[in-house]
């Protein structure tokens, strides 16, 4: 690998032609292609394919590599990402922890670390602890921030997708319409991605664990609830990117409770950590809810077991729904919950296959996630790759801001 400088190199993901997000996407996982290799991938020809690698290569996009082969005649070259100046950050957050990671420009993990951040202090220290976090792994591993060309966040609430900015997430007060991207994008001196932390978990899942399924939906059980959609290999976030706040759909069963966003008969009224721990009364054993649950699973409590079978049969109610709605071929169940005991999903499938109309869940696979507490991290990275390399739209908020990858 080469040596890196730490300097910014020069700016490629705007204005992207379709043939070149084509022949990048072909390489994004970090493969290693001839010319005649990638002419017949794309079905084009080898001197269109070979003037856009040889523009990409000029631009320190592409590194040519000398490959041996076994016959006489000049060995084939081979062209891969470069992936020595470039790093993907990506964040994954939680109501009072969450992870953040480094990653290469195949969007492949190179470290990661747990955080500590209670969100409901403000946006202002927990950006600040965000921050610190990006600033030690880096160090971890000797790294720069001018090496950064991107990063992406996950935020446990509505993310609106055209600013980046959270929408009365009910779990973080203070933040509604916060620039969380323009304030770590200037201290990171990188364009920073914004969205929602189900969202990015059901990228990391997909694309780690089910890629051959074109349609997913992730559901996230922990202090907050909620549902990441892909529809047709595509991540739906909605109109305000709401798409998916399953967690403050009504049940019966919760009827007459107070849920955090203000109403009452919420499912994560019933569902969600806070209130399972509270109702077994062990939130004395650990300040976050999802670990004194987790211990008390872990003991074999009975009681602790039937709790969360009927938190996950709460949450089915509204799984059917969405399963009905959506027609899933797979439900992942992440989060805190789901990684606490068997029990929640028990309860999930038993009221989803009861409820939801036969067509939708005949051959519906509901399963626990097989990413776990990566999952955020590495959809995260994955997302900032796709702006980075220009393979998906970016929003206007980044738009007046390009990559400088």
Not at 8 to 15: N, R, T
Request: glycine share 12%; aromatic share 2%; with cysteine.
């Amino acid at each position: 690998m080469s040596q890196r400088t730490g300097a910014k190199s020069p700016s490629f993901s705007e204005g992207v032609d379709a043939i070149t997000r084509r022949l990048v996407a072909a390489m994004r996982d970090g493969s290693q292609l001839t010319i005649t290799d990638l002419a017949r991938a794309l079905d084009l020809s080898r001197t269109t394919v070979g003037a856009r690698v040889r523009d990409l290569t000029e631009q320190g996009v592409l590194v040519a590599r000398e490959a041996p082969s076994s016959s006489p005649g000049r060995p084939s070259t081979r062209y891969s990402l470069r992936l020595d100046d470039a790093l993907l950050v990506a964040v994954d957050l939680g109501a009072r922890h969450g992870r953040v990671a480094i990653a290469d420009l195949t969007g492949a993990i190179i470290d990661a670390r747990a955080l500590a951040a209670d969100l409901t202090e403000g946006p202002e220290r927990g950006v600040g602890i965000v921050i610190a976090e990006i600033d030690a792994l880096l160090a971890e591993n000797g790294r720069t921030r001018r090496e950064i060309a991107a990063a992406c966040i996950g935020l446990p609430g509505p993310v609106e997708h055209e600013t980046g900015r959270p929408v009365s997430p009910p779990i973080m007060p203070g933040w509604n319409g916060y620039d969380v991207a323009g304030h770590v994008g200037h201290e990171l001196g990188a364009p920073v991605l914004v969205d929602n932390d189900v969202n990015i978990m059901a990228v990391g899942e997909h694309t780690t664990a089910w890629r051959d399924v074109d349609n997913l939906l992730l559901v996230k059980a922990a202090t907050g609830i909620g549902a990441g959609v892909i529809a047709d290999g595509i991540l739906v976030r909605g109109d305000h990117g709401s798409a998916g706040d399953i967690g403050h759909m009504q049940v019966p069963r919760a009827e007459g409770t107070a849920c955090r966003c203000g109403q009452t008969g919420c499912v994560e009224a019933i569902a969600g950590a806070p209130a399972i721990a509270r109702d077994l009364g062990v939130t004395h054993l650990h300040p976050l809810p999802h670990v004194a649950i987790a211990e008390s699973a872990a003991r074999g409590d009975a009681e602790t077991a039937r709790r969360l079978r009927d938190a996950g049969r709460a949450l089915g109610e509204v799984i059917a729904v969405a399963v009905s709605v959506l027609n899933p071929e797979v439900v992942v169940i992440g989060g805190e919950l789901a990684r606490a005991s068997d029990s929640l999903l028990a309860g999930i499938r038993e009221t989803v296959h009861a409820r939801s109309t036969g067509v939708a869940s005949t051959s519906l696979q509901i399963v626990p996630s097989r990413v776990r507490e990566l999952a955020g991290v590495i959809g995260a990275a994955r997302l900032a790759q796709e702006l980075v390399l220009g393979l998906a739209p970016a929003p206007a908020y980044l738009v007046r801001t390009p990559s400088t990858f």
